[in-house]
C-alpha cells in the first residue's frame, strides 16, 4: 500500500549535515595563513599546521599517546598494516561483513586476507580467532561496523593468547564506546575514516592511533615517502631505519574542516542517541523481529538501528514498505559480504606475481565462496537498517517507529 508522505524527512547525514560556520571559519585561516602544507608551518612563532592540531586533539579525545593525519581511511589502513610489518606469506583475519578497503589493504601489502563470520552483532564473531588461526596469521582486523563497538574483551583475549596483533577498524566508529574505553584504544594500532558519509567528514581523510612509538614512527615513514621529519622527531625521535613508503600526507584545507568537525562529534552522538532511543521505544518488542546485538549499549554511537526478520523472504516486501513511507532504509554504507566482491573473484591483484591468491587453486577456493559463510549469509539477507542523522528531529523519530509498526501490522497480520 501506498501512502502519501506528511512531510519530507532529511536525508540521514551525520558530519556532512553538520558542516557550518565553524569549517568555514578554519579553512579560512587555513587559507590565509598561505601555508596549505602542513610540514612549511612549523614555525614556532606562528599557529600549529591544522594537520598537528588535528592529531592533537584527536589523541586526547580518543585516550590514546600519538596519532597521525592521513590522507583516506583506506591510506590509514594500508599504513597501519605496514607499520605493525605486515607483507607476504602472512595472513590476516578479516571479517567477511566488511569494508572493500579491508581486503584490499592487505592484498596490496601482499598477505593473504581470511575472511570470517560475522555474529548477529554484525561485527567480527570472537570464536573465529581459533578457528582461522594458522602458523601464518600475525593479525586480526576488527571492524566496529556502523557505529557500534565489536566484543573486545573475547576478541582481545583470543588474539593475544594466539600471539597477534589487534587492528581496529574505527572508520564507522569515532566516539564509541566499549566498556568506559574509546574503541581505537583497545588495539595495537587503529584507524578512522573522514570520507563524506561519516560520523565526522572532511570529504576525504584518515587518522591512524597507537600507544606505541615504533608504530606511529613506522606509521609516519610508510605515509610520508619513507621520511620522518624534524616535527615528529620532536614528538618521539627516530629509532627504526627507513624503508620506502607511499604517500597519504594530510593537506592543511582537509585538517582544518576535520579539526572543526572532530570538535562536534561528540554533540552529533549525543542528538543520535536521543533519536534511537525515541525510536525503539516507541517500536517496542514486535513478534518476528529481534534487535541487532549491541556488545556495549553505552557505547553505541546510535546512527543506524538494524533489526532481524525471523523470515528473509519478508525483508524486501517491509524494505519497500518503509521507503514508501519516507523512512530510509537502505543501510548508508556500501559494506556487502567480501565474497562477492570482484576483486575476490577474480583473485588478482595489480600484477599477477603479487596477489597472495596466485597459488591457491581451484580459485575461488574453500573460504572464500558464499556457502562458506552460512551465518553472515543468514544475518546479512535478514536485517533492516534504519538510519539516522543530525537532522532528524523527534518528530521524525516518531515517524520511524510507527511506520515501522504498520509495516509490521500489514505484513504479520
Ligand atoms: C569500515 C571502513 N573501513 C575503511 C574505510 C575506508 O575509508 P576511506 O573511504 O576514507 O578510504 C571505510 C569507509 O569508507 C569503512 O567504512
Known amino acids: 500500500m501506498k501512502t502519501s508522505p506528511i512531510y519530507r524527512r532529511p536525508p540521514p547525514g551525520l ?14 585561516d587555513a587559507l590565509r595563513r598561505g601555508e596549505l602544507f602542513r610540514y612549511y608551518g612549523n614555525d614556532p612563532e606562528r599557529p600549529p599546521p591544522f594537520a598537528a592540531q588535528l592529531e592533537n586533539e584527536a589523541k586526547a579525545w580518543i585516550g590514546t599517546d600519538y596519532a597521525l593525519a592521513v590522507s583516506s581511511g583506506t591510506a590509514a589502513l594500508e599504513t597501519a598494516l605496514a607499520a605493525i610489518s605486515i607483507g607476504p606469506g602472512d595472513e590476516v583475519i578479516v571479517p567477511a561483513w566488511s569494508w572493500l578497503s579491508c581486503v584490499t589493504a592487505v592484498v596490496r601489502l601482499g598477505a593473504l586476507p581470511v575472511l570470517a563470520e560475522i555474529d548477529d552483532s554484525l561485527c567480527l564473531n570472537p570464536a573465529e580467532i581459533d578457528r582461522l588461526t594458522t602458523s601464518r596469521t600475525r593479525a586480526v582486523l576488527v571492524v566496529h561496523f556502523q557505529g557500534v563497538a565489536a566484543d573486545m574483551d573475547p576478541i582481545i583475549k583470543a588474539a ?79 629509532q627504526e631505519p627507513a624503508f620506502s613508503g607511499a604517500q597519504f ?65 519478508v525483508v524486501p516486501a517491509f524494505r519497500t514498505a518503509l521507503d514508501e513511507r519516507e523512512v530510509h532504509c537502505q543501510q548508508r554504507t556500501g559494506t556487502y559480504p567480501q565474497y562477492r566482491r570482484e576483486y575476490l573473484l577474480t583473485g588478482r591483484a595489480h600484477h599477477p606475481a603479487v596477489s597472495p591468491f596466485r597459488d591457491i587453486k581451484p580459485w575461488p577456493a574453500v573460504g572464500y565462496r558464499a556457502e562458506d559463510f552460512p551465518v553472515t549469509e543468514d544475518l546479512t539477507q535478514r536485517f533492516i537498517a534504519l538510519p539516522i542523522g543530525w537532522r532528524y528531529t523527534t518528530e521524525d523519530a516518531d515517524h520511524i517507529a510507527e511506520s515501522v509498526r504498520a509495516v509490521h501490522r500489514e505484513l504479520f497480520t
Open 15 to 28: 558530519g556532512s549535515a553538520a558542516v557550518g560556520a565553524e569549517e568555514e571559519t578554519l579553512v579560512l
Open 160 to 238: 593475544h593468547r594466539r600471539g597477534l596483533f589487534v587492528v581496529e577498524d574505527c572508520a564507522e566508529a569515532p566516539g564509541v564506546f566499549y566498556r568506559g574505553r574509546a574503541v581505537g584504544t583497545w588495539s595495537d594500532v587503529a584507524i578512522y575514516s573522514f570520507q563524506h558519509n561519516k560520523a565526522m567528514t572532511a570529504g576525504e581523510g584518515g587518522l591512524l592511533v597507537t600507544r606505541d612509538l615504533r608504530t606511529y614512527e613506522r606509521a609516519v615513514r610508510m605515509s610520508d615517502l619513507g621520511q620522518y621529519r624534524p616535527y615528529h622527531a620532536s614528538v618521539t625521535p627516530p
Open 249 to 313: 600526507r594530510m593537506s592543511e584545507l582537509t585538517a582544518a574542516v576535520a579539526l572543526a568537525q572532530l570538535r562536534k562529534v561528540d554533540a552529533i552522538r549525543a542528538h543520535c542517541r536521543m533519536i534511537q532511543d525515541r525510536v525503539r521505544q516507541g517500536i517496542g518488542e514486535l513478534p518476528g523481529v529481534t534487535w541487532r546485538t549491541i556488545p556495549d549499549p553505552q557505547g553505541d554511537f546510535g546512527f543506524e538501528i538494524y533489526f532481524y526478520l525471523d523470515d528473509p523472504k
